[in-house]
């Protein structure tokens, strides 16, 4: 489970689409009003486990990677440009690096990095059908819209590499090349060859959207999807934690000051309550995908084993 991932095929992923939409709207946007380090520890560890139950490994070297880039950038730039602060580090070119801009910039780069975190869970549990779902009755071209973005880099991505294996089958590979022209000539081949393909398969797929009746008035789209008892339990109990952790930020204990002097929030019993009604919130659906993973391997080790029925013929 840790290498490949649990993928799209989870227990949280089996809820109506609209359950999937208001936990990572919750996750999301309490993330984006947060400033305080509690908050941000607590958010940021729940992106990255529930990111690495669903992505596996490599999944984990993309977090790595955001969460470092992002610091390094944030930080460097606010650090840089902003020299509001009374704590000074250090002086560049007369101008005043202070403490609490580096902190400052610290905050928002952590807090980018779990929100880009979570939009890439969002992406593997919110999928292109669940999207025209959500948004095809009320905004149907928003829907089309976000299901082709959300779709094209990992196409494009898959096409690249199918184009690169038939280059390197053909002995045209960038390895093979020597001098720097030749690899850059051989790699704006191969993106000529992406974007012709893309480009033809957008053609065609528009002709197919026309053939089918897209955009007719009272055409209607097929779905299975259900809203039961067990999705309106979930949005209580989400809304049940939120609650509490959006009563903590009306009380200001999501929140931090950075200037003139950075002060560390109290972690006082109100901060306490809010913060771990937000953990619990956002590892409820990492729960439910672990518990429903035990099950199954749970249901496989038995000993019910599944016999497929088998057609004989009848004795003569």
Not at 49 to 77: D, E, H, P
Not at 106 to 114: G, H, I, L, N, W
Not at 133 to 159: N, Q
Not at 196 to 213: C, F, K, N, T, Y
Request: glycine letters at 8%; a neutral charge; hydrophobic letters at 50%.
């Amino acid at each position: 489970m840790l290498k490949e991932g649990l993928g799209e095929d989870t227990e949280f992923s089996g809820f109506h689409p609209w359950v999937n939409l208001i936990f990572f709207a919750l996750a999301i946007g309490i993330t984006m009003f947060s400033q305080s380090p509690w908050f941000l520890a607590v958010t940021t560890v729940a992106a990255w486990i529930y990111s690495v139950m669903l992505g596996g490994v490599k999944q984990l070297r993309f977090n790595i990677a955001v969460t470092a880039w992002s610091v390094l950038v944030f930080s460097l730039i606010n650090m840089l440009f902003s020299h509001n602060g009374a704590t000074v580090l250090f002086y560049i070119s007369g101008n005043r690096v202070t403490l609490e801009a580096l902190l400052y910039g610290a905050s928002m780069s952590v807090m980018f990095a779990a929100m880009v975190i979570w939009f890439s869970c969002f992406n593997v549990i919110m999928t292109a059908e669940k999207l025209i779902y959500i948004f095809g009755k009320f905004a149907p071209v928003l829907g089309l819209t976000l299901s082709m973005i959300f779709r094209y880099i990992p196409l494009l991505k898959a096409r690249f590499q199918e184009i690169r294996l038939g280059q390197e089958c053909l002995g045209r590979n960038l390895d093979r090349q020597k001098s720097i022209i030749g690899k850059v000539r051989q790699f704006g081949k191969e993106i000529s060859i992406l974007i012709s393909w893309s480009l033809e398969s957008s053609i065609e797929g528009a002709d197919s959207m026309e053939a089918r009746g897209y955009g007719l008035r009272g055409r209607t789209s097929f779905h299975l999807y259900r809203f039961t008892t067990r999705d309106a339990l979930f949005c209580l109990i989400i809304a049940v934690f939120a609650a509490g952790a959006v009563y903590g930020m009306i009380n200001g204990k999501a929140s931090t000051m950075f200037y003139p002097v950075y002060k560390m929030p109290p972690l006082d019993a109100t901060a306490a309550f809010s913060m771990m009604s937000f953990a619990a919130m956002l590892l409820v659906p990492a729960a439910m995908d672990l518990y429903g993973e035990i099950r199954w391997k749970k249901s496989g080790s038995s000993g019910e084993v599944y016999v497929p029925y088998e057609e004989t013929e009848p004795e003569i």
